[in-house]
């Protein structure tokens, strides 16, 4: 989707810590050997990864397990290529796990919002978001809050 079609609405540019905190110790554990990341993700959920894709990009999606369609899903992308985060107006700063992050609503051309958390790491973008159909802004943030790089 070209950058051009993303909007991003008013928000409010006080950023809370203490909302990403929450309790995960019961959650599954993703790694990534590749790019040397855990990250945690509910326990009734499954992760699906689809790697070698254009940019060097890697695609992790999870959703619940006992879900027929992706009708609601997480996923974690990285790529090489340049962040929708970088244009996007009203960003909000925060660090989470000493890394700076970026997190913003972005609203698309069908008027659909994704509200995304993204890191810059050795080049590449890691963004964590939904796929539009919920605005699941909580799950994102603990979901952020357990990424960590080896």
Do not use: C, H
């Not at 051009?4 to 110790?25: E, G, K, M």
């Not at 990534?32 to 499954?46: D, L, R």
């Not at 974690?76 to 660090?95: E, G």
């Amino acid at each position: 989707m070209p950058a051009a079609d993303i909007q991003t609405p008013p928000v409010n540019t006080q950023t809370n810590n203490s909302s990403l905190q929450a309790d995960t110790s019961n959650w599954n554990t993703y790694k990534n050997v590749q790019y040397k990341f855990i990250i945690k993700y509910p326990k009734e959920w499954v992760a699906y990864q689809k790697s070698g894709l254009q940019n060097n990009r890697v695609f992790v999606s999870f959703r619940e397990a006992d879900a027929i369609t992706q009708s609601f899903s997480v996923f974690l992308n990285i790529d090489s290529a340049p962040s929708l985060l970088d244009t996007a107006k009203n960003v909000q700063y925060l660090t989470i796990n000493g890394i700076q992050a970026k997190m913003a609503t972005l609203i698309d051309s069908r008027g659909i919002s994704y509200f995304r958390i993204g890191f810059l790491k050795d080049g590449y973008n890691y963004e964590i978001a939904s796929n539009g159909l919920n605005n699941e802004e909580k799950i994102i943030k603990t979901m952020a809050q357990t990424l960590k790089f080896e």
